[in-house]
DNA sequence: ATCCCTGCAAATCGTTTGCAAGAGC
DNA sequence: GCTCTTGCAAACGATTTGCAGGGAT
C-alpha cells in the first residue's frame, strides 16, 4: 500500500519509478523505528543497495513530501525521521541519557494547543513537542551505581 | 543584576571577566527579542565592539550554561536564542509566512505533559514544543491577494 | 608569571547542489 | 529521444576548534 501511494505520487508529479527510490522505500518500511538520514544510508549500503547518500536525502524528501514520513527535529543537530503508516500523529519523550525515544498521544494537549491558537487568531499547520529526561530504565541506572 | 550573576557565575568556575564577555552580555539583555548567533555577531559589530563570531558562540554558551540566556531550537537550521530576564518558561508560534514568534504560556499544557511523564515514570528535565501556522497578519495577507 | 581568552582560518557535521553520464517513459 | 535521475565531489551554512599571540588575576 505504501508502495503504491509513492507510485501514484511520481506519477502525479511526473517523477519517475526508478531502482534506488524504491530500494529506498522498502529499506524506510523495513524497520519500524526512528532513523536519521546516514542510518538509512547504512543500511542501504549494508544490502549492497548502490544507493548514495545524496539520493538517500532527495528520497527522503520525496517521502515526506507525500505523507508517507514524518521529518522532525528533536535537537540533536541532525532530523530523525519515521514512516507513517500505523503511526498516527504522536510526540516524544526523549532520553537525554541513552537517546531513546517513548512516543505519547494525549489529546487533552492538543485541545488545549488549538485552544491557543484561537486565541491568538493563529492558523495552525503542524507541531512539534518534545520531553527531554530521563527514561525509567536510566533512573534505575542511577539508582544502583550512584 | 544579570551582570552580576554571569560575574558570578564566571568566578565560581574559574574564568576571566574580559571586555569581550562584557560586549556581549550587554548586547545581549540590550534588545528583548529573539535572536540568533550572527545576529548578535552583526549587531555587535555595527557598535564596533570587536568581538569575534567565535567568541560569540563561546559566550553565548556561557551564558545559557549560566541559566541567563535559553538557547532553542525552532526547527529553521540554526539555535535561537533569548534572555531569560522577565521572560518566564512559555512556548513559540511560530509563522511560516514571516517568521514572526509569539510567546504563550499555558499551565494547564504544562500538568498534562507532567501527568504524561509519570504514566512513562520518565523524569522531565526540559521540554520543547512549538506550533508552527500562519500568524493572524499574514492570513489577512492572504484574504487580500488570493 | 600563569593560565585563560581571543581572533583567525581551517575543520567539522549534516545536508544540498552542479555536473556529466545513465536510466525511465 | 527527451527528460528525469544518479553518483560524485564540491559547495553549503551553522557551529566548533587548533593555534599562536594578547589579556586578566
Redesign the pocket.
Known sequence: MEEKKF?NY??R?????????RE?LQEVFRCHHHF???DLYLRLKNRR??????????????LVESDLVRKM?LGE????FEHVLGHPHHDHLVCVRCGSILEFRNSAIEDLQQKVCSEFDFKMLSHTQQIYGVCSKCQEKDDLGG
Chains 1, 2 share one sequence.
Not at 49 to 62: D, F, M, Q
Open positions: 507510485v511520481l506519477r508529479t511526473g517523477l519517475k519509478n526508478t531502482q534506488a527510490r529506498v536519521d538520514a546516514d543497495a548502490g544507493v548514495s547518500r545524496a539520493t538517500v536525502y532527495r528520497t527522503l524528501a520525496l527535529d543537530g541532525r532530523s530523525t
